[in-house]
């Protein structure tokens, strides 16, 4: 109880016990949802705390849906999270390193690939996006963003920047 007590907390979440007489305990607890941008933002931040030490290279590839509110507008909202699932599970498969790791987005996936450099994860972009459109049915139309440290940016804020501005790169 006080494992669970301590990692709730450490989560910013509560715990807290309901106990009616005859009928039981239970333990009860909630946790904050994380946005997209603040588990990007600690994996990117991580990342490059991991790669600094090498002195190597970590990418972000962003694979948006472009045709996201055509979509959104003829589908139930649940089935075009389902179609997220599904390109996030695409994504998982087509990963080698264990270390790469996928973030899905209201709108697409984030990946975030470590010891990659720029040139080397437009190979893995462009073999994902292959990987997907040979899939049957792929209604998604997909773009293709990636932003690299220290190519690009020198910190997670910078890479954050790039990621969500409107121009592509």
């Not at 931040?45 to 959104?72: F, M, P, W, Y």
């Not at 975030?112 to 437009?122: V, W």
């Amino acid at each position: 109880l006080a494992i669970s007590k301590g990692l709730v907390e450490m989560h910013k979440g509560k715990i807290w016990v309901e106990s009616e007489f005859g009928y039981g305990t239970q333990f009860k607890f909630t946790l904050p949802l994380a946005s997209e941008n603040e588990i990007l933002r600690k994996y990117i931040s991580s990342g490059i705390r991991r790669v600094e030490a090498t002195k190597g290279s970590l990418s972000c590839i962003q694979l948006s849906v472009s045709n996201h509110l055509d979509l959104k507008q003829n589908m139930q909202k649940d089935d075009f999270s389902v179609l997220i699932e599904d390109l996030q599970a695409s994504v998982r498969k087509s990963l080698r390193n264990k270390a790469d790791f996928s973030v899905r987005g209201e709108t697409g996936v984030y990946i975030i690939l470590p010891s990659t450099n720029k040139q080397d994860s437009t190979s893995v972009a462009n073999r994902i996006k292959g990987d997907y459109v040979k899939l049957e049915s792929h209604p998604l139309d997909l773009d293709i963003r990636i932003v690299s440290f220290p190519e690009d940016g020198q910190n997670e804020e910078e890479l954050m920047d790039l990621l969500f501005t409107k121009e592509k790169s």
